[in-house]
């Protein structure tokens, strides 16, 4: 007997004729390994992002704004941001498909019984994948407006709004709208927003009267050298060696100039420490504190009106050692890490945001400090294996993603 596998379009268009159109009823789109959810015992998938089986019997869930506060296991917490990001996709597919709605019913919105016409089915299969298309970009392009570290699910809205907002001005289908609204049900705020709107949620622009000439040379020259690393990478080996050694490059110019290191820092001082030596931070040969450039990439995107944005984004990181308990000097040693996204707007030559989480954020240190001596988090082996030592119990589900390189903590 022969088999043959089934494209993505052939599986959505039959979960959109088996759904009769409504992707918030059960359906393969939201579920997550399934088969290996089966093997376990589960009725369903391991986790599935709209619903959930109980007694037997699927029914959808509802979003708990709390859930997120007391929720602590990274797979659970990590459910949570795949739910609002797929309730986003539901509601933009929804506003995208309401005009074939009215029209195959008439204006009542009431669908007759029976099967859906094929057509309408194609119609609303296209409308979804390209729903789909939109919100997996969205969440791409946000990667390159995150803080290098420490990022919170509220980090990620901001740095979803901040993205669209630069590529597409005029939100039509309410897109925005529709990542606040399914990010504000499941309780995912930014720590230091008052209110959800576009307005306060995108991040502040730092290319603002004199501010903005302080970087012009800096980007000048990062915009010279990406034009070289691409006019000189033919493969995608030469080109990752290429950025390092630009990396490696920056970090090593902006050490040696007075001028650059003190302009910088005043941008970014609420984040790296560049010019004042600190007792926790280890120093340079020159005295100066120790940072790494760890990225300088390039961003060229298109919006769909055919905008141009020509960004370039310097990933900045430093390390602070402190001790877990600061009372007791024979408590465990703790890495505290802090940095700063640069992004670069190579038109105009000006920082145009800075994101990060400040080295010198005492409230962020306390926060790391509470939450690993409660066994809340910990390293990689603890949130896969448990730890031992604080009571945690091991996760099966780790054996998934094993290695050899893992196998010691």
């Known amino acids: 007997m022969s088999t043959r596998s089934f494209t993505f379009p052939e599986v959505l268009r039959h979960q959109i004729a088996t759904t009769r159109g409504d992707l918030r009823s059960e359906n393969m789109l939201g579920k997550l390994a399934q088969q290996f959810g089966r093997a376990m015992g589960k009725h369903s998938a391991l986790r599935d992002a709209i619903g959930e089986v109980v007694a037997g019997r699927w029914r959808p869930k509802r979003p708990d704004p709390q859930a997120l506060a007391s929720t602590f296991e990274p797979h659970e917490r990590g459910s949570i941001l795949v739910a609002a990001v797929f309730d986003a996709f539901q509601a933009i597919y929804e506003r995208r498909a309401s005009d074939l709605y009215r029209i195959a019913t008439s204006g009542s919105g009431v669908l007759p019984e029976g099967h859906l016409h094929p057509d309408l089915v194609n119609r ?5 994948a390209k729903s789909a298309k939109h919100v997996l970009r969205m969440c791409i392009r946000a990667l390159d407006y995150c803080p290098p570290v420490d990022v919170t699910f509220g980090d990620f809205l901001r740095a979803i709004i901040t993205a ?10 309410s897109y925005r709208v529709a990542f606040i609204e399914a990010f504000r049900r499941r309780g995912i705020y930014p720590r230091d927003v008052r209110t959800l709107s576009v307005d306060s949620l995108r991040w ?36 990752f060696e290429r950025s390092q050694r630009l990396a490696e490059d920056l970090r090593n110019m902006i050490r040696a100039s007075d001028f650059v290191r003190h302009e910088l820092e005043q941008l970014i001082r609420r984040h790296v420490v560049m010019s004042s030596p600190h007792p926790e931070i280890e120093n340079d040969r020159s005295d100066l504190p120790q940072f790494e450039v760890h990225a300088v990439r390039p961003a ?5 009106d055919g905008d141009v944005v020509n960004h370039a984004v310097v990933v900045i990181a430093q390390r602070r050692k402190v001790r877990l308990d600061p009372a007791d000097p024979a408590s465990p040693p703790l890495t505290f ?7 670069f707007n190579l038109a105009t030559f000006t920082l145009q945001y800075a994101i990060g989480k400040g080295i010198l954020d005492d409230d962020r240190l306390h926060q790391q400090r509470e939450l690993l001596s409660t066994g809340r988090v910990g390293s990689a082996w603890n949130t896969y294996f448990g730890a031992p030592h604080l009571g945690l119990a091991a996760e099966p589900f780790a054996m998934l993603h094993r290695s050899d390189e893992e196998l010691a903590p």
Not at 164 to 170: G, T
Not at 337 to 343: D, E, K, N, S
């Open 124 to 128: 609303l299969a296209a409308e979804a």
């Open 337 to 343: 890490r802090g940095g700063v996204t640069l992004i």
């Open 300 to 304: 060229h995107r298109v919006g769909p």
């Open 164 to 173: 669209d907002v630069d590529l597409v001005r005029d939100d039509d289908l």
């Open 204 to 239: 502040p622009d730092s290319g603002r009267g004199h501010e903005a000439d302080r970087v012009g040379r800096l980007a000048a020259l990062i915009d010279d050298k990406l034009k070289e690393l691409r006019d000189d990478a033919r493969t995608r080996k030469v080109y």
